[in-house]
């Protein structure tokens, strides 16, 4: 039979308790958070914060913004040969980070990988290669093989394998089992499973991670110039050094170009092909 | 036709013996064993063991259906047949091979060598159609030549078309198999199984995913493509009318064991029934 109707304030009365919004955080939590807070305030103090030095520095900003415009073209063919260069270091560096980190990445995916110990190593290179500055891998590149833009690619092929090589084995951690099964059942290899099922599958984000280091790379590259590592921010630092901020002006506006085109081509490349 | 002794619903483990059938009608030498199964373990942790002793024996040539209730261990029986995963005890002898035993690279001659069908077809989904058949050729060639059908020699090309042909889709042999209804994947994975040429076909619940009337029409295709061929074909389904229509043999699991064997032709659905009950 049908049940008598149960008005709202009867299931009121008789349903379970309703938890709380919140759960009460326990001691240890509640002390952390304290502790958390008590540090943030510390670094405030730490980082010595001044009003006063930021509202005394506006006027010598705004000075500096002013001899900027007009931006001084006078100098714009060599620049562009810098910001060219720049670019041929991002793009060659990247390249081959992406290259080199395709089979770093096998190594590091626990289901491809042939041995424990590979595994281990290509996972701690990966670490190593990603947790470095790339700004200290210039350095230390600049010292290695001399001053200019070979040693920026280097420091940045070196950083792309950081940060691809550890997304492309992400990736194909998490391909499809399905297909590899299908491959291992039928009898191929491990390079043949690893080139048929898992790459096709993690395709799409080896794209998408590519992509994304290359406009990394293109950021990265101008930093690198100011520790000699070639390109154009070492053009950026002598104009600035030089005060002469309508140079400067131009430098910061073809970068800004730079980047912008880049981003643009890598998002249009992405939406085509995945 | 192959003929069995129908195998009472045992308790005990059976013998193979047991199971040894009449020769096919007018041969003078009884057919091979294609595949012996004797007392295969294997257990998921702690859990009780899903396959508890399973003795099984299928004959060369011949069509054996698998049936049990959800979880009986039908998957994990025609999986630890070629180790995809690793049976805790008993042995394995397919096609004259000691599988427990093999070595990784004879175990992957081995696999080469049988056919296996999965319930989701497990293609590459970025992949033609005409490349994840060509995969199949991987069986006999290692190298990148094989990985894609824009790389692979002519003659594999060739018969990767054929194969598809075989399961009547030469048509959408470019086309990107994501883009495949359900019927027509699982065709394109019989046609990869095809391509390795083998001598054994296992399929785990091959057209569970499909409606009935692609079901029926793969099943058909696939069916009468192993007896054209000749091959030796294990199959699981849920599906008894399949189990009936398409196998010549009959094998029930339940709690871990073979509890029903018999030939296909004298079952009658309440019997098999028995077998989820
Ligand atoms: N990888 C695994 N890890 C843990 N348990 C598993 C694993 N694979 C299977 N099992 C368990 O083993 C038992 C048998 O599974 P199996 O897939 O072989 O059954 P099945 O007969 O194929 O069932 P279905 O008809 O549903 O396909 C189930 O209880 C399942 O939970
Ligand atoms: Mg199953």
Redesign the interface.
């Known amino acids: 039979m049908a049940e008598p109707f149960v008005g709202p304030s009867a299931v009121a009365e008789r349903g379970p308790a309703v938890p709380g919004r919140f759960d009460r955080p326990g001691i240890g939590t509640f002390l952390a958070y304290l502790l958390a807070i008590a540090f943030f305030v510390a670094s405030i103090d730490g980082i010595g914060i001044s009003v006063e030095d930021l509202v005394a520095g506006i006027p010598g900003i705004g000075r500096m913004i002013g001899q900027m415009f007009p931006p001084d073209l006078s100098r714009l063919d060599s620049i562009a040969l810098a910001l060219l260069e720049t670019f041929q270091m991002a793009l060659v560096g990247t390249v081959f980070g992406i290259v080199l980190s395709l089979p770093l990445a096998i190594l590091a995916t626990r289901s491809q990988t042939p041995h424990i110990l590979l595994y281990g190593c290509s996972r701690a290179l990966i670490s190593l290669f990603r947790t470095v500055p790339d700004l200290v891998w210039a350095l230390l590149f600049v010292i290695a093989v001399g001053l200019g833009p070979f040693a920026g690619a280097l420091a940045i092929m070196i950083d792309t394998i950081g940060f691809c090589g550890r997304f492309f084995a992400e990736a194909m951690e998490e391909a499809?089992h399905?297909?590899q099964?299908?491959?291992?059942?039928?009898?191929?290899?491990r390079?043949?499973r690893v080139?048929?099922?898992v790459i096709?599958?993690a395709?799409p984000s080896f794209i998408g991670a590519s992509l994304f280091s290359l406009e990394k790379a293109t950021r990265a590259s101008v930093v690198l110039g100011l520790v000699g590592a070639g390109g154009i921010g070492i053009e950026l630092k002598v104009a600035m050094d030089l005060f002469s901020y309508a140079q400067a002006a131009t430098i910061i506006l073809s970068i800004f170009l730079l980047v912008l085109v880049v981003e643009r081509v890598s998002t249009f490349l992405r939406q085509r092909v995945i | 036709m192959l003929a069995l002794q129908p195998r009472p619903l045992a308790a005990d483990p059976i013998r193979v013996e047991a199971a040894a059938p009449t020769p096919l009608a007018g041969a003078a030498v009884p057919a091979a064993v294609d595949l012996d199964i004797r007392g295969m373990v294997k257990s998921f942790g702690e859990a009780k063991p899903v396959l508890n002793g399973v003795d099984l024996a299928v004959l060369r040539g011949q069509s054996v259906a698998l049936i049990g209730a959800n979880g009986a261990g039908k998957s994990t029986l025609l999986r630890c047949c070629?180790r995809?995963i690793e049976a805790e005890g008993g042995s394995v002898r397919l096609l004259e091979r000691d599988v427990r035993r093999l070595a990784p690279r004879d175990l992957?001659?081995?696999?080469?060598?049988?056919?296996?069908v999965?319930q989701?077809h497990?293609?590459?989904?970025?992949?033609s159609a005409l490349s994840n058949v060509v995969?199949?050729a991987?069986?006999r060639h290692?190298g990148?030549r094989?990985?894609l059908h824009g790389l692979a020699p002519k003659a594999v090309r060739e018969e990767a078309m054929h194969c598809l042909d075989l399961v009547g889709l030469p048509h959408i042999a470019r086309q990107r198999v994501d883009s495949l209804s359900g019927g027509q994947s699982q065709r394109v994975?019989i046609a990869?199984?095809l391509m390795?040429r083998p001598q054994f076909v296992m399929a785990d619940e091959p057209v569970a995913s499909l409606d009935p009337n692609a079901g029926e029409e793969v099943m058909g295709l696939f069916s009468d493509l192993m007896r054209r061929e000749g091959l030796t074909l294990l199959f699981s389904s849920h599906d008894l009318r399949h189990a009936v229509d398409y196998a010549d043999r009959i094998v029930g699991l339940r709690a871990g064991r073979v509890e029903l064997d018999g030939p296909a032709r004298a079952q009658d659905f309440a019997g098999l029934r028995e077998i989820y009950g």
């Open positions: 499809d399905g297909p099964e299908a491959l291992t059942a039928l009898g191929a290899s390079l043949g080139f048929c099922a096709p599958a395709l | 070629l995809l992957r001659r081995l696999r080469a060598r049988v056919g296996f999965f989701r497990n293609l590459v989904p970025r992949l995969h199949g991987q069986a290692a990148a094989y990985w994975a990869r199984a390795q």
